[in-house]
Nanobody, 124 residues
C-alpha cells in the first residue's frame, strides 16, 4: 500500500501561482509512476500531468502545457506540481495518484493509489 497526501492548495487570483505537493508513505515511492488529476464540480476527473519513475519523462494535458510543471524528489518521497499563470477554469480539486505500470498514464482508471485531494480555487 502507498498512502498519498496532497497539500498546497488554496485561493489565488488569476495569473498567480501555487505549488502542490504529494507526500507518499508506506511502500517505497521511487518504483511508482505518478500523476496529477483534477475534478471540477459536476465534471469528470481529468488528467493534468504525469511523470515516470526516472523523473525525466513527463506528460501534460494540452490545457496546462507551458504553465504547469510536474516533478518528483524520490529521496523525499514527494511529488510536486508547480502551477503558474493560473486561470479561473483551473479551479478544481487536485489529486495525486500512483501506478506501477508506466503506460497510459493519462488514464485515471490505470492508477492504483489516490490521495484525498486538495482544493485549488482561482478567482477572476
Amino acid at each position: 500500500q502507498v498512502q498519498l497526501v496532497e497539500s498546497g492548495g488554496g485561493l489565488v487570483q488569476a495569473g498567480g501561482s501555487l505549488r502542490l505537493s504529494c507526500a507518499a508513505s508506506g511502500r517505497t515511492f521511487s518504483p511508482y509512476n505518478m500523476g496529477w488529476f483534477r475534478q471540477a464540480p459536476g465534471k469528470e476527473r481529468d488528467f493534468v500531468a504525469a511523470i515516470r519513475t526516472d523523473g525525466r519523462s513527463t506528460y501534460y494535458a494540452d490545457s496546462v502545457k507551458g504553465r504547469f510543471t510536474i516533478s518528483r524528489d524520490n529521496a523525499k518521497n514527494t511529488l510536486y506540481l508547480q502551477m503558474n499563470s493560473l486561470r479561473p477554469n483551473d479551479t478544481a480539486v487536485y489529486y495525486c495518484a500512483a501506478v506501477a505500470s508506466p503506460w497510459a498514464l493519462s488514464i485515471s482508471r490505470r492508477y492504483d493509489y489516490w490521495g484525498q485531494g486538495t482544493q485549488v480555487t482561482v478567482s477572476s
